[in-house]
Nanobody
Framework: QVQLVESGGGLVQAGGSLRLSCAAS????????MGWYRQAPGKRRELVAH???????NYADSVKGRFTISRDNAKNTVDLQMNSLKPEDTAVYYC????????????????WGQGTMVTVSS
């Protein structure tokens, strides 16, 4: 079964940096878009950033200029470099991917990671 595993979350002081990583595994033919979402306490899950298979990124206005998303198609990984972190960045961060399985490469499926906690202290 195709799975996503996130890593890199933790506690960091405001103004600091953190790098999140996500690795996809399983019988994958290819991966289209990959992205990072987050859900803060009492709020709905929101898109943080996503990146196409060709490497074109998009960011939420709240993180633009501070976060950088990147991917390695050969390794099926996507990273999120987070700089100048703010307390409002505190949330569970989830990795997301649209992939095409080896068995049915013409169809696209969505998969989510279990999430990694990011806490930014004042």
């Amino acid at each position: 079964q195709v799975q996503l595993v996130e890593s890199g979350g933790g506690l960091v002081q405001a103004g600091g940096s953190l790098r999140l990583s996500c690795a996809a595994s399983g019988s994958i033919f290819s991966i289209d878009a990959m992205g990072w979402y987050r859900q803060a306490p009492g709020k709905r899950r929101e898109l943080v950033a996503h990146i196409t298979s060709g490497g074109s990124p998009n960011y939420a206005d709240s993180v633009k200029g501070r976060f950088t998303i990147s991917r390695d198609n050969a390794k099926n990984t996507v990273d999120l470099q987070m700089n100048s972190l703010k307390p409002e960045d505190t949330a569970v961060y989830y990795c997301n991917a649209d992939y095409r399985p080896v068995a049915i490469p013409r169809r696209s499926f969505e998969v989510w990671g279990q999430g990694t906690m990011v806490t930014v202290s004042s």
